[in-house]
């Protein structure tokens, strides 16, 4: 059976403006590109931890996991890299941003602009859904997420 991993992906707002990161040249995957806070689901970590935990590694930030976005599929590199991917949103609870080797830069921007860059192109429906949640969805609207009991 081939193995399927699980990606996440943090569109983090902050006073009205969204996280996004440059890819560092090192990555081997899309390096140089923009993106939001992106990482793979570690074994026995549940979604909502595994982007908790991306977040803090990746920016230093203490974010709030408020629903998801967007659940996707894609070969991240080719056949052999089959990936679910699920992204959240996320609103800024504290702390700087301090990018790891994985990014070289950062910027807070709009949304209209986040739904615009270019370079974003892999996380416009993700703005997109945004977007529109925003328009009826409550802003305390908190998403409560399943967890089965382990034996």
Avoid at 70 to 77: E, H, I, M, P
Avoid at 137 to 150: M, V
Wanted: proline letters at 5%; glycine letters at 4%.
């Amino acid at each position: 059976m081939k193995k399927v991993y699980v990606g996440m992906a943090a569109i983090i707002e902050k006073d009205n403006k969204f996280l996004v990161m440059k890819r560092s040249k090192e990555r081997d995957f899309e390096p140089n590109k923009w993106e939001t806070v992106t990482g793979r689901l570690d074994e026995d970590e549940s979604p909502v931890e595994g982007i908790l935990r991306e977040v803090e590694e990746e920016t230093a930030l203490k974010v709030e996991v408020q629903y998801p976005l967007d659940v996707g599929f894609f070969y991240r590199g080719g056949k052999e890299f089959p990936m679910v991917f699920i992204s959240f949103y996320c609103k800024y609870l504290e702390g700087n941003v301090k990018a790891t080797w994985e990014h070289s830069e950062y910027k807070w921007v709009s949304l209209e602009e986040a739904i615009n860059l270019p370079d974003l192109s892999h996380f416009h429906v993700m703005f997109k859904n945004l977007k529109e949640m925003k328009k009826h969805l409550p802003d305390d609207f908190r998403f409560a997420y399943s967890s089965i009991p382990q034996d």
